[in-house]
């Protein structure tokens, strides 16, 4: 019995049926909805993997379950999701940044893969049907209560319900003898009051620095100016590594942004005094850095205390260390968070040290076994999430036959 119609879920299910066609395989869903996750994720064209081919390398993309994850990744990993996708017809594509498609450019066209297999190999799918409660066997296996007020029982049983949104979203695992690492979120967006920065929402930019003083925090990547605040792959990358530093000072905190971190402060000194010599009679606010949005250089020179009708030949050496200041460390103030769309994904859940990594089994309760964001596992934005939940997904789905 496979608890949880997800991704970890399905792969797991249908691995072990395709290992052992004589076993009764059931994926139970609580929600009207099969593979909701793979449907949205990707912004519906589904994220399946990322480019990164060295188990110990693809690891250190998980800010909860590095070490844990080397092994698994080592037996299965993004070349195998690849080459396992492709021997069922879809066949992936990598985008410059690594990250895995179908070439299709649609979420469905995985979901179809996993449901036609699933259904191949004789899975039971069953929605609408949430369990309730679990127990074990009164000599072996496990006694399960559906919200229905139904019973079933099985000899093994997977849970695979997703991340703990809430400590009860692990309760089925809690009764069962395990414990969980406090569930907090992850990969989320941040709000900020700062006016300038608002109104330049759906400006992006490439390659930004963004930084969290008197902590470690600090990524590079692309960073997108949305109506509440920033996103985008840098700040989703952070709030994944800060998951529990920014969840203890109630995402409240300061933020350091570095708009043009390939140069540094005596570079882009340099530019500005060309652009002194060679432009004197342009105006500062018109003539941006590349690869700056015009809006974005305007707004900084401003906030900057340059005035708008300052031109390059009357810039002085104060005003030039300030702006030089806001472009390489321009201060903002985080006051809260959002949710990236609907793709949740949280820091915590089953403890890693109750789970034996080889075949995703319950050190605490035999015959129970894990896959997947219900164990304290995250990683940060480019498909690691999906990669580990096909990994983890199969060594169950292996061990589950008894292979």
């Known amino acids: ?122 899975v039971k799918l069953v929605a609408h049907c949430g369990v309730e409660s679990v127990v074990k066997g009164a000599k072996s296996g496990f006694d399960l209560t559906l919200a229905n007020g139904e019973t079933q029982a099985c000899d093994r049983l997977l849970l695979a319900t997703g991340g703990c949104r809430t400590a009860a979203a692990g309760q089925l695992a809690v009764s069962l003898g395990h414990s969980l690492e406090t569930p907090v979120p992850s990969l989320f967006t941040f709000h900020s009051v700062a006016a300038w920065l608002r109104d330049l929402a759906g400006i992006s930019v490439e390659s930004v620095e963004a930084s969290v003083p008197g902590t470690r925090l600090r990524e590079r990547g692309a960073l997108l100016v949305t109506h509440t605040g920033l996103s985008g792959p840098v700040i989703l990358r952070l709030s994944a590594w800060g998951a529990r530093t920014l969840h203890d000072c109630d995402y409240k905190f300061a933020l350091h942004l570095n708009w043009l971190p390939h140069l540094g402060a005596e570079v882009i000194a340099a530019e500005l005094n060309a652009r002194r010599e060679q432009q004197p009679a342009k105006l500062v606010i018109n003539t941006p850095i590349a690869p700056l949005p015009a809006r974005l250089w305007e707004r900084l020179v401003v906030t900057a205390g340059v005035e708008p009708d300052m031109r390059w030949s009357r810039l002085t050496r104060a005003a030039q260390h300030r702006l030089i200041q806001q472009l390489i460390r321009t201060e903002t103030t985080v006051t809260g968070k959002s949710l990236n769309k609907d793709e949740f994904v949280t820091c915590g859940g089953v403890c890693l040290r109750e789970v034996n990594f080889k075949t995703m089994e319950s050190r605490i309760c035999p015959g129970l076994y894990f896959a997947g964001e219900l164990l304290d596992i995250d990683g940060i934005t480019g498909g690691f999430n999906f990669q580990s939940a096909w990994t983890t997904g199969w060594l169950a789905g292996r061990a589950l036959a008894g292979d």
Not at 15 to 26: D, I, N, Y
Request: aromatic share 10%; with cysteine.
């Open 1 to 122: 019995m496979v608890v949880g119609g997800g991704a970890a879920g399905f792969f797991a299910a249908i691995t072990c049926a395709e290992a052992m066609p004589t076993a009764e395989v059931t994926i139970l869903e609580k929600s009207a909805q099969f593979l909701s996750k793979v449907r949205i994720s990707g912004g519906g064209r589904c994220n399946v993997t990322h480019a990164c081919f060295d188990a110990r390398e693809f690891a250190t993309r998980f800010p909860r379950g590095e070490r844990a994850l080397i092994g698994p990744f080592q037996r299965f990993q993004a070349s195998d999701t690849v080459a396992w996708f492709k021997e069922r017809g879809v066949k992936l594509k990598t985008e410059s940044d690594g990250r895995m498609f179908p070439t299709s450019d649609s979420s469905e066209t995985i979901i179809d893969c996993l449901v036609g297999a699933a259904k191949a190999a004789g």
